[in-house]
């Protein structure tokens, strides 16, 4: 039997284990078990106990939950064993006034703009910093990204018959376009993303000699036209980066700019239905409120709705990477 081709899951676990600790402690420094323990058993009632955004509220219960600390059962939550022990000996709620502040930052969903979360990482970073975001995306999962590739442009030639129509657009260093046109001679992509983000996109491109099939184009996806007339279309790694309502926006107008038969695939960092983990999108999206964004973790049930509702067929779910991400995927009628 074939060895596996190691990836690097298990360092990018190891990197972000400080993410564990840090959501113990912005909980503990807010007082959050004291509060679940009195009775705020919901996140409505910890946003209106602790003074946070409804927003940052199921951001912080969504982490905990996802690390074991809390427990969730429907739409209430309690301490976990452990932590219920912990908290009936604490004295009245501990308060960083770093970790505070922190915490609270952010929207409840309606207040900044859509692209913040993005603008405030990519536009407003200088293209040497769009260059070491893109280049570390370019180098992760690589044997998972081959594997997608593969995939997509067999969907690709089964929507468009015919040398030179085939299509995908995705974002990012283009890595996903770049693996599959060279599995695939006929395909042809686009790589849609933020300014600062395509100028890199096109040395990588240039790169491995692609320039004359994979092309980058920039553009906000939340309100720029997008590509028309594709076959396959990916949205992948910044799902937690938006509110349940700009993804919602995103991906009708995705659908709505496929090609008739088209499919889109969304991989990204998703809840399982029950919003009780992976701990990998619950912590992203209790990030997210350092930056200021609307964004938030979504669960796989919210995710599957947003494709039902762009009008999607043959909708369905896939593991991508395990416990890390997963893909969505549907077809526009056609």
């Known amino acids: 039997m074939p060895t596996p081709r190691p990836d690097t899951t298990r360092l990018q676990r190891l990197a972000h284990s400080y993410r564990d600790s840090a959501a113990l402690m912005a909980a503990v420094e807010l007082g959050l078990f004291t509060r679940v323990a009195r009775g705020a058993e919901t996140e409505a009632a910890v946003a209106r106990a602790l003074d946070l955004t409804p927003t940052n509220a199921e951001r912080l219960v969504t ?3 996802a690390l074991g600390l809390l427990v969730r059962d429907g739409d209430s939550v309690r301490n976990a064993p452990d932590v219920a022990r912990s908290s009936s000996r604490a004295s009245p709620p501990m308060r ?4 505070s502040s922190a915490s609270r930052t952010g929207t409840s969903g309606g207040g900044s703009p859509a692209i913040s979360a993005v603008a405030t990482r990519s536009c407003s970073a200088s293209t040497p910093t769009a260059s070491r975001w893109s280049r570390r995306g370019g180098t992760m999962r690589r044997p998972t990204r081959s594997a997608w590739a593969r995939r997509a442009a067999s969907r690709a030639r089964s929507t468009s018959p015919g040398v030179g129509r085939s299509s995908t657009w995705v974002g990012g260093s283009g890595c996903y376009c770049i693996v599959a046109a060279q599995q ?3 395909l042809r992509a686009i790589v849609f993303d933020l300014p600062p983000v395509v100028e890199v996109t096109h040395e990588f ?8 099939r994979v092309t980058a184009q920039a ?6 036209p997008l590509p028309a007339g ?3 279309v990916i ?3 910044n799902l937690p980066q938006y509110s349940r309502e700009i993804i919602q926006t995103v991906i009708t107008r995705a659908f709505a700019a496929l090609a008739p038969g088209g499919e889109m695939h969304l991989i990204g960092e998703m809840l399982d239905d029950g919003r009780s983990g992976p701990r990998d999108p619950a912590l992203w999206g209790l990030a997210e409120a350092l930056w200021g964004s609307t964004g938030v973790a979504h669960s796989v049930a919210e995710c599957r709705a947003y494709f039902e509702r762009a009008g999607a067929r043959d909708v369905a779910v896939h593991e991508f990477v395990a416990g890390v991400l997963t893909r969505v995927t549907g077809r526009r009628p056609g």
Not at 96 to 99: A, K, L, N, V
Not at 206 to 212: F, K, Q, R
């Open 205 to 212: 491109i240039a790169s491995h000699g692609l320039a004359d």
């Open 219 to 224: 553009g906000d996806f939340t309100r720029d």
């Open 96 to 99: 960083d006034r770093g970790c």
């Open 184 to 186: 695939q001679p006929e």
């Open 235 to 237: 949205m992948a790694s």
């Open 230 to 232: 594709a076959d396959v």
């Open 63 to 65: 982490a905990c939950v």
